[in-house]
């Protein structure tokens, strides 16, 4: 049996897996083999996005320029509707208390809360954001790590950081399921668009798979019986596309090592 996932957005269970559903039905229906009834959650992605069971799952664009670049396949990536979003790009909102600076320039010297190291939304595109504003290599007095851009949103609201940066289809889902995560919060300003969240496989799936998840995933985006679940999940289509498409994901990183 192949394994998949669908981690990164995951603030409605429900939701996620009724999309599973869909996309394995028209998995099937193409004569995709060992399909999983169910998703796994697992703890440690990065061996599971290594695995070479692995039929389909959601990274970020980081560890895709980064540490899985010659581990994976890219399928695609999910066109999302919210906020932000434009075809298959997206970009992090900067979030703040209402009270703070009304600009990226006010938060020098001040703490970032960042969801992960390895994130791109929450911390490469940040830090590419402030690079040209650095002083003697650093904007920012102190970069706190909490886990999550929920953890994020409330150490800023708490008080125990002072900004962060929320990708925008995340920041639409928390709205909606959490909305008390936002109270005393306002936007200052966003990063730039890039590339969003890469669909991936593993580097062994054969060709005629690829494409049949390719077909899958497109015929799914118009399956009728998973409008609600894709609703809830801000997806409005599927583009196929290659990992060159997240090279500017990469340059990013770069100008901000400089």
């Known amino acids: 049996m192949r394994v998949a996932s669908l981690p990164m957005y995951d603030a409605d269970p429900e939701a996620v897996d009724a999309w599973w559903r869909a996309i394995s039905r028209a998995l099937r229906a193409r004569g995709v083999a060992a399909v999983p009834e169910a998703l796994e959650r697992p703890r440690e992605l990065d061996a599971h996005w290594r695995d070479p069971r692995l039929l389909l799952s959601q990274t970020c664009g980081f560890p895709l320029v980064t540490s899985l670049s010659r581990k994976v396949q890219v399928v695609g990536a999910f066109l999302y509707t919210a906020p932000g979003c434009a075809g298959f790009e997206y970009r992090s909102e900067l979030v703040a208390r209402i009270d703070d600076a009304d600009a990226i320039e006010g938060f020098r010297g001040r703490v970032a809360a960042i969801n992960s190291p390895d994130s791109h939304s929450g911390c490469n595109a ?13 904007f920012f007095g102190t970069e706190l790590f909490t886990g999550s851009h929920r953890r994020s949103l409330f150490a800023v609201q708490s008080g125990l950081a002072d900004i962060a940066a929320i990708d925008c289809v995340s920041l639409a889902a928390l709205r909606r399921r959490d909305p008390a995560l936002f109270r005393g919060l306002r936007e200052v300003g966003s990063t730039a668009s890039t590339p969003g969240l890469p669909l991936i496989t593993s580097a062994t799936t054969p060709p005629a798979e690829l494409a049949a998840l390719r077909a899958a995933l497109g015929a799914a985006c118009s399956d009728a019986t998973a409008a609600n679940a894709r609703d809830a999940l801000f997806i409005g289509g599927f583009e196929s596309l290659s990992a060159a498409a997240w090279q500017p994901i990469e340059d990013v990183r770069q100008s901000a090592s400089r």
Request: charged share 25%; proline share 8%.
């Open 126 to 138: 940040l830090r590419g954001l402030v690079a040209p504003l650095a002083r003697d290599g650093a």
